[in-house]
């Protein structure tokens, strides 16, 4: 805060909102109202043209009343247009919001799919007050269960996982030495992105993928799928327990930010143990950085709040969780992805 008042913010961080702008800020109805139209996919609905309400509510399984008004909201909001009364079009905003779309979006907002994990925000109050994920209580079960529970849900969650990895997975491939390397152990691996990918490129590598049993079942039809099957194993079981021991590298991608430090650490001493003194531990999260930066991660941040109990984190906080399990730092790589990937050996011996 400078002395001139609050319009004046420090070097790099947003300048401070006008009324408008909070009023925007305050609505939680826009927020529910997208979400609901990306779930019914109504943008798919209304791709080839105009529809009227009637039919619409027919094809999205919806009462027609309440539709319209659904409509008009989102129709003062730009994302839809009624070119007659009673009939809609979409906007080229709600492009992005099919299903076709490959950044995806709809799957993050539908509420029957992964968009689930937003309603942990009816808890935030609780989570703040008392520092603990809200999402069991407003969902019904945590969400590794609930992955597991519900078949839609977790395949929807490992296909977005799939997506985000075919941006991460080739830097981290390109950005670590793998020469002399022969087995890599991908611990919640999901359905083996970057095995599969590392493999290809290197064929000298074997893996092994290390997940819960429903995830388990996807990555070992798509490795059997891949031309590297020969090479890739697939191992169902939790990360809290042994793993398999003494492969040369033990891969933890965006794991860890799931967790709070106790379990984060309990995680990494499974990988130390696994290890031994030759192993190397690689972990893949992005990291949190200079304040002054306007905290680009801080939505993420509370995300892993309310709905694992989990956090982002400094480099230094990894370090010491990292220290607490028997792992020195080595060495850090940004992916260019808003990821780096951190390398820890076992603590006595060198880098
Ligand atoms: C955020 S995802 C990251 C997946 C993958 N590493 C990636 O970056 O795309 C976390 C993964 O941890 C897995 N997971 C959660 N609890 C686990 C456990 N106890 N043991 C093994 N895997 C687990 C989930 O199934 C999920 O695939």
Redesign the pocket.
């Known amino acids: 805060m400078t002395s001139s008042g609050n319009d004046t913010a420090p070097a790099g961080q947003p300048a401070a909102l006008d009324p408008a702008q909070l009023a925007a800020l305050c609505d939680i109805v826009s927020p529910m109202a997208i979400r609901v139209a990306a779930t019914l996919r109504l943008p798919d609905l209304l791709a080839d043209g105009p529809v009227p309400v009637a039919r619409l509510a027919d094809a999205s399984g919806t009462d027609p009343e309440a539709l319209v008004r659904l409509l008009r909201l989102l129709t003062a909001k730009g994302l839809f247009t009624e070119p007659e009364p009673g009939t809609f079009a979409t906007t080229a905003a709600a492009g992005f919001l099919t299903s076709e779309h490959p950044a995806r979006m709809r799957d993050w907002l539908d509420l029957d799919g992964v968009g689930r994990m937003d309603l942990a925000y009816a808890g935030l109050l609780d989570a703040v007050r008392t520092g603990t994920p809200v999402y069991e209580r407003i969902v019904g079960r945590p969400v590794?269960a609930d992955?597991a529970q519900d078949p839609g849900f977790g395949a929807a969650f490992?296909g977005l996982?799939e997506t985000?990895?075919a941006h991460w997975a080739p830097a981290v491939t390109a950005a670590h030495d793998w020469s002399g390397v022969t087995h890599v152990v991908?611990?919640?691996?999901?359905t083996g992105?970057?095995l599969l990918n590392l493999l290809a490129e290197r064929p000298a590598l074997r893996g092994t993928l290390?997940?819960?049993p429903v995830?388990a079942v996807r990555a070992r039809e798509r490795i059997a799928a891949s031309d590297v099957r020969e090479r890739c194993a697939v191992r169902e079981?939790?990360?809290?327990d042994p793993l398999p021991e003494g492969a040369d590298r033990y891969v933890l991608?965006?794991?860890l930010h799931?967790w709070g430090d106790e379990d984060a650490v309990r995680i990494l001493r499974r990988c130390a143990e696994a290890a031994g003194p030759t192993g190397r531990v690689l972990v893949?999260e992005r990291l949190l950085g200079d304040e002054a930066a306007g905290y680009p991660d801080a939505t993420v941040d509370l995300s892993m709040l309310v709905t694992f109990g989990g956090r982002e984190r400094t480099p230094d906080h990894y370090g010491e969780l990292a220290g607490r399990a028997g792992l020195v730092h080595a060495t850090t790589r940004p992916l260019g992805s808003g990821a780096s990937l951190v390398e820890y050996v076992a603590a006595g011996r060198a880098a």
């Open positions: 590794w992955a490992d996982m985000m990895a991908d611990v919640g691996g999901s992105s970057l290390v997940e819960l995830t079981g939790s990360f809290f991608a965006h794991v799931n893949v």
